[in-house]
C-alpha cells in the first residue's frame, strides 16, 4: 500500500517541471532528545525494557564514546573506528585498532542502532548493551579486559562523579553498557529530503532523484529489504558479497549454525550512506556507483545467494538516478 503511494507521488511529481534543491545535508549530530521523539518520518524509538535512558547517561556514553580511556594504550577510542565526518562509519574497509591492528570486518554507520536489536554484520550480539561492551575487550579494536576498563574508570575522580549523578553509583559493567547504548540511541538520521518529499514537499527531491526513488522502488526493488523509513529491514540475507569462486562466506550463519544462513548479513540502513564509503561488510565497493553496478549485475553467484537479488534492467541513467536519491537519503 505504501509503495503504491510512494509511486503515485513519484509519477504526479514527474509530471511537473520543478526547481532544482540544494545538494542534501548532513544528519544531525546525536541528541537525547531523539529518544523521545525522533525526526519527522521516523517510527517512535523503541526504548530498553528495564531502565530508563537518561540525559545524564546520554552525556556520559558521549565522553566515554570520544575517551582513550576504554583501550590498552589510550590511543583508541570508539570515534577512532566511527567518526562522525564519516557519518560515523569507518572511512578505511577494515579499520585499525591498538598498535595498527584490523578490525575484521568495516565499521558500519551508527545511524538508528536503536531501532535495531541484533548488532554486528552477522547479527552475532543480542542487543546494544549487549554489544558496546565488546570492542572494548576485542584484541584488535579496544584490547582492554573490562575489568582493566572499570578499574581506570573507578580510579578516575571525574567519571566517578559522572557515574555517580548517572546512575547514583560506581562505575560498573551495567553502567558502561547503559551509558554507552543510551549515547548510540541517539545517533539518527531522518527527516531527509526524502520524508519531506512523502509530505507532500515535491520539490524537496530533485528530478534526477525522485526518477531514483522511482528505479528504488520499481525496477530495483531495493525497498524489498531496504524497507522505509529506516531502509533496513534488520533481517539478513546473501547478496553474495564477499564470495569467491560460488563460495560464501559463513556470514549470518556463524552465529546460528543454520546452513541457510550462509553468506547473510545484515542489511544497512540507507539513510546517510553517501558518507559512509566504503560499502558493504568487507568494505569491498568504493564508491555508491559501484554498489549500484554490483545489484545490476545479479550480486555474485553463490549457492546461496537470495532469490530477490536478479540481474536489474538498468539503463546509465537510471543508474546515475539511483545513484542521486540514495545519496539524497
Ligand atoms: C577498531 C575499530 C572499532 C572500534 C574502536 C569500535 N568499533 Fe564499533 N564496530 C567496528 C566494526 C569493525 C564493527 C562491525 C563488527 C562486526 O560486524 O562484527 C563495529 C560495529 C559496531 C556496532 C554495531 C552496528 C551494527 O549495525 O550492527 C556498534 C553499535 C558499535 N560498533 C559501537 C561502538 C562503540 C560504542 C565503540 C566503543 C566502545 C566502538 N564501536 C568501538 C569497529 C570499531
Ligand atoms: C535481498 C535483499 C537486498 C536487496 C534486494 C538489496 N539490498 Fe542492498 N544490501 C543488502 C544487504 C544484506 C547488504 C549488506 C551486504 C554485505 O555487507 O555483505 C546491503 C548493502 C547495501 C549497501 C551498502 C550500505 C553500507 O552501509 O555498506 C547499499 C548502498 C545498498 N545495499 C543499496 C541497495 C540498492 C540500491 C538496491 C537495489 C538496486 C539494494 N541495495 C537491494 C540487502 C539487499
Not at 589510550?74 to 598498535?99: I, L, M
Not at 546517510?272 to 545479479?298: K, N, W
Not at 538516478?321 to 539524497?328: C, I, K, M, P, T
Amino acid at each position: 500500500m505504501r509503495t503504491l503511494a510512494v509511486l503515485t507521488t513519484v509519477v504526479a511529481a514527474m509530471a511537473q517541471e520543478l526547481p532544482v534543491v540544494p545538494a542534501a545535508e548532513a544528519p544531525p549530530a546525536p541528541a537525547f532528545a531523539f529518544l523521545v521523539a525522533p525526526p519527522r518520518g521516523l517510527p517512535p524509538m523503541p526504548l530498553p525494557a528495564d531502565y530508563a535512558p537518561t540525559e545524564v547517561m546520554f552525556a556520559l556514553g558521549q565522553r566515554l564514546f570520544h575517551d582513550g580511556i576504554l583501550s590498552r594504550d589510550r590511543t583508541v577510542s570508539c570515534v577512532t573506528c566511527h567518526p562522525a565526518a564519516t557519518g560515523f562509519a569507518s572511512p578505511e574497509p577494515r579499520p585499525a585498532g591498538v598498535q595498527g591492528r584490523r578490525a575484521k570486518r568495516h565499521a558500519p554507520a551508527l545511524w538508528n542502532r536503536g531501532y535495531g536489536t541484533l548488532q554486528r554484520w552477522d547479527g552475532s550480539s543480542p542487543s546494544l548493551e549487549a554489544f558496546v561492551l565488546e570492542p572494548i575487550a576485542d584484541a584488535n579494536e579496544m584490547d582492554l579486559p573490562l575489568a582493566a576498563a572499570l578499574a581506570r574508570l573507578r580510579g578516575d575522580a571525574d567519571y566517578r562523579r559522572e557515574f555517580a549523578a548517572a546512575f547514583g553509583g560506581e562505575p560498573t559493567a551495567l553502567h558502561l553498557q547503559r551509558s554507552l547504548a543510551t549515547f548510540v540511541r541517539g545517533i539518527v538520521a531522518g527527516d531527509a529530503p526524502y520524508d519531506r518529499f512523502l509530505r507532500g514537499d515535491v520539490g524537496a527531491l530533485t528530478p534526477a532523484e525522485r526518477s531514483g526513488l522511482w528505479v528504488f522502488e520499481s525496477k530495483g526493488a531495493c525497498w524489498r529489504c531496504h524497507v522505509p523509513p529506516l531502509f533496513t529491514d534488520e533481517r539478513f540475507h546473501n547478496t553474495g558479497v564477499g564470495a569467491c569462486d560460488g563460495v560464501a562466506e559463513p556470514g549470518r550463519a556463524a552465529a546460528t549454525g543454520e546452513a541457510a544462513d550462509t553468506g547473510r548479513w545484515k542489511t544497512p540502513t540507507l539513510r546517510g550512506v553517501r558518507l559512509t564509503a566504503p560499502y558493504m561488510h568487507d568494505g569491498s565497493l568504493a564508491t555508491l556507483e559501484d554498489v549500484v553496478a554490483f545489484y545490476a549485475q545479479g550480486g555474485t553467484p553463490n549457492a546461496h545467494l537470495d532469490a530477490r537479488v536478479q540481474p536489474l534492467p538498468l539503463t546509465e541513467v537510471d543508474r546515475r538516478n539511483l545513484v542521486a536519491f540514495l545519496r539524497s537519503l
